[in-house]
């Protein structure tokens, strides 16, 4: 009897039967001072010892998100005729980026309780420990909604194409406004809503060149840093003045 | 072009910069303000963080008032003793308005004591501005120029009275130095250089003829702007040089066009322009505060962040 429920319970058990194998484009990203955005190609396989299940069909789910970090959130009404801050919400830790693709509709991808397990959803990788003030969703709303407009969250729904139940590639835009920092892309693949297998890897985002010299300088010797800026002020605006002397003389 | 500023951490359109700066950079040179309270918020629009907007505005205001600056003493019109005098002052408000602000933040709400202070000085000195200018400009008009006459005020009756020979003024040093106070803890308050509190002070306060004011008003400015720069590079790390390298081409450019416009205006007209202007910056945040905004909910770091 014992060994028949363990049969059962391995068979139940599809655990490691597939694999998710994945690669991206770059797994480096520099910002030099014309950088405008970058694109990140992802792409990746499903390795299986076994013949594809015909339970249900197999989805994958991709986030790339940037380095996390906590956030006051306000909003204001109207308080003796003038628009002010009234009410504020601290997030814990919310993503400076965040996208997620899937290869389907949400419902058919994922089950909310795995999205809870994993944070795969851009609203579940928002950790927001002060929800203990009523109305404190409609903060994390007006967070993604805000981040959503400056292109920094994005969720796009149907935009990893699966061929064979095997092959799967999308990609993802950065956009120009990027902040430093590991960020990190993960992998999941799902059946009936349920996670089988994951994996992630990291993409180091590093300003480089003029760009390094002078974020570091800011940070290491401010001193000094805000004496250049000062020279720099003093020399142009005496530049100008002897230019324009000499352009009238 | 897209240029990426390391520190504000954005890609923004360099033309737009530059544009931006000559611009704010001709009305700097024409009316002796340092600008930053035009610039400011304009960098806010287009996406520049607020924290490193003000630090680098400030930076930039060093550029444009020196390069005015030189212009004005190529022509004499600098009071320097004035000068020094109100800075002493501007650098004591400075730290103290820096110790406000803290004790501001502390409490919350320092946004709207920002856009509240801006709203009220600006209203105020704007309109009186151009109701004097108006009047000025209407006697003059009709035919005869008005003697000034010289009023003995309190101004007059202080002790501690200093020559002030480039004004043709003989006053007690106690009233510059309260108003440079009083401008440098309202510029450390608003993020600004303060010239468009400093200018109207100078001339309807201390007496100093218009020609002189805008000069003697540059030169202080770059000192309490370039004591700004330092603070906000060494405490919060929002000085963005490429933002500020940008900005300053246009503006020191723009500076030199505007004082050569400004030495062609009469005094009057110089007043009215400079009190047009700031009642239509007043009237902008005004309407900001007033109207429901799109967003209501906004951003920002976490105190002691």
Redesign the interface.
């Given at each position: 009897m014992a060994r028949i429920l363990a049969l059962l319970l391995f068979l139940a058990l599809p655990a490691q039967a597939e694999e998710v194998i994945a690669g991206l484009s770059q797994s480096r990203i520099s910002i030099t001072t014309n950088f405008d955005g970058s694109e990140i190609l992802i792409f990746g396989a499903v390795k299986r010892e076994n013949p594809i299940p015909e339970t249900s069909p197999l989805h994958v789910l991709v986030t790339v998100e940037g380095p996390s970090e906590p956030l006051t959130v306000r909003r204001k009404s109207k308080r003796l005729g003038i628009w002010v801050n009234t009410a504020s919400v601290e997030v814990d830790e919310a993503p400076s980026f965040y996208a997620v693709a899937t290869s389907g509709p949400w419902s058919e991808v994922i089950q909310d309780i795995e999205d809870l397990r994993y944070r795969v959803s851009t609203l579940r990788a928002i950790r927001s420990v002060g929800a203990r003030i009523s109305g404190s969703e409609d903060f994390t709303n007006a967070l993604i909604r805000i981040r959503r407009n400056q292109d920094l969250y994005q969720t796009n729904i149907g935009a990893i194409s699966v061929e064979q139940q095997t092959l799967f590639s999308t990609s993802v835009q950065l956009p120009a406004n990027l902040h430093e920092g590991d960020y990190r892309a993960r992998f999941f693949l799902t059946r009936n809503g349920r996670v089988i297998d994951s994996y992630q890897t990291d993409i180091a985002v590093q300003k480089v060149g003029l760009e390094r010299f002078l974020f570091r300088l800011s940070r290491d010797k401010p001193l000094v840093y805000g004496l250049m800026s000062l020279a720099i002020a003093i020399a142009a605006g005496w530049m100008a003045s002897a230019a324009f002397r000499l352009f009238r003389a | 072009?897209?240029?990426?500023l390391?520190?504000a951490?954005?890609?923004v359109n360099a033309f737009l910069l530059l544009g931006l700066g000559g611009m704010v950079g001709i009305l700097s040179g024409m009316f002796g303000v340092g600008g930053g309270f035009l610039m400011t918020p304009l960098l806010f629009f287009i996406?520049i963080p607020p924290a490193v907007a003000v630090a680098t505005e400030a930076?930039?205001i060093?550029?444009?008032?020196?390069?005015?600056v030189?212009?004005h003493l190529?022509r004499r019109t600098v009071d320097l003793r004035m000068g020094t005098v109100l800075l002493i002052g501007g650098l004591v408000g400075a730290a103290l308005g820096v110790q406000i602000f803290n004790a501001l933040k502390a409490i919350?709400?320092v946004?709207?004591l920002v856009r509240l202070s801006y709203v009220v000085f600006l209203g105020i000195i704007g309109s009186l501005m151009f109701v004097e200018s108006l009047n000025a400009l209407r006697k003059t008009r009709g035919g005869r120029t008005v003697p000034t006459r010289r009023k003995h005020g309190l101004v007059h009756s202080l002790p501690f009275k200093m020559k002030f020979r480039t004004s043709g003024l003989y006053i007690s040093v106690i009233p510059p130095l309260i108003v440079g106070v009083l401008v440098g803890i309202l510029a450390a308050i608003m993020g600004v250089g303060g010239g468009f509190i400093m200018v109207p002070a100078m001339i309807y306060i201390l007496g100093m003829p218009t020609k002189v004011v805008v000069g003697t008003s540059l030169f202080q400015i770059i000192f309490v702007t370039?004591f700004t720069?330092?603070l906000?590079?060494?405490?919060n790390?929002t000085?963005d040089?490429?933002l500020?390298?940008l900005l300053?081409?246009g503006g020191?450019?723009g500076?030199?066009i505007g004082t050569q416009i400004g030495a062609r205006l009469k005094a009057e007209q110089l007043r009215i322009l400079l009190a047009a202007m700031v009642l239509i910056v007043c009237g902008k945040l005004a309407t900001?505060?007033?109207?429901?905004?799109s967003?209501?909910?906004?951003?920002?770091?976490?105190?002691g962040?």
């Open positions: - | 072009m897209l240029v990426y390391p520190i951490e954005v890609s996406g930076n930039q060093v550029a444009s008032s020196f390069s005015g030189l212009a190529k919350g709400q946004d709207l370039g720069t330092l906000h590079a060494t405490t790390y000085v040089i490429v500020a390298v300053l081409v020191v450019i500076a030199q900001e505060l007033l109207f429901q905004p967003e209501l909910y906004s951003l920002g770091a976490v105190a962040h």
